[in-house]
T-cell receptor
Framework: EAEVAQSPRYKITEKSQAVAFWCDPISGHATLYWYRQILGQGPELLVQFQDESVVDDSQLPKDRFSAERLKGVDSTLKIQPAELGDSAMYLC????????????FGPGTRLTVT | QQQVKQSPQSLIVQKGGISIINCAYENTAFDYFPWYQQFPGKGPALLIAIRPDVSEKKEGRFTISFNKSAKQFSLHIMDSQPGDSATYFCAASWDSGYSTLTFGKGTMLLVSP
């Protein structure tokens, strides 16, 4: 069964350091999402890609967060500099095409900022 | 307009019982309502979903009931099992062109043996 892959699974970093997360969506899925999930809360969308283009980054803190999906396949989310409040689970999801509602999530990256 | 309100925050049900989780929304443009199941340390997994043209959808022990006039939908888990113990999230989306999901805050379900 095809799955969304994410790495690393866990990351501990000190505040002010840079950190990056990687996501490989299900093959053939054109739409890719990055979510942040704070403990005890539902996922909140950070950025959405359609192929290699960003279609929604309204909730992405652009002063410190960046995301790219250069070839329209895998994607990287970066935080620089990390802050204590960034400690959360970062989830990647993908869906087959624009307008396809079914989103499939990866296992997430648990980030702890000390 | 974007909120999805979920209740209860936590739920304890005996094995074999019925678990019921409720969600309410405000945005009448929402036209897709999925439920996700999340185990600790894992990503959410799509469980079941409904569109507003039907009032109920059943898949195995899981049923979504949808009340369009009340803007509410609920998840019913029949014959609840200890393996169902997880956090459940309702969500909603509309055809803005990019199918963005808005999630509820989650319900932590514990099914006691």
């Amino acid at each position: 069964e095809a799955e969304v892959a994410q790495s690393p699974r866990y990351k501990i970093t000190e505040k002010s350091q840079a950190v990056a997360f990687w996501c490989d969506p299900i093959s053939g899925h054109a739409t890719l999402y990055w979510y942040r999930q704070i403990l005890g809360q539902g996922p909140e969308l950070l950025v959405q890609f359609q192929d290699e283009s960003v279609v929604d980054d309204s909730q992405l803190p652009k002063d410190r967060f960046s995301a790219e999906r250069l070839k329209g396949v895998d994607s990287t989310l970066k935080i620089q500099p990390a802050e204590l409040g960034d400690s959360a689970m970062y989830l990647c999801a993908s869906s087959l095409r624009d307008g396809s509602y079914e989103q499939y999530f990866g296992p997430g990256t648990r980030l702890t900022v000390t | 307009q974007q909120q999805v309100k979920q209740s209860p925050q936590s739920l304890i049900v005996q094995k074999g019982g019925i678990s019921i989780i409720n969600c309410a929304y405000e945005n009448t443009a929402f036209d897709y309502f999925p439920w996700y199941q999340q185990f600790p340390g894992k990503g959410p997994a799509l469980l079941i979903a409904i569109r507003p043209d039907v009032s109920e959808k059943k898949e195995g022990r899981f049923t979504i009931s949808f009340n369009k006039s009340a803007k509410q939908f609920s998840l019913h888990i029949m014959d609840s099992q200890p393996g169902d113990s997880a956090t459940y999230f309702c969500a909603a989306s509309w055809d803005s062109g990019y199918s963005t999901l808005t999630f509820g805050k989650g319900t932590m379900l514990l099914v006691s043996p």
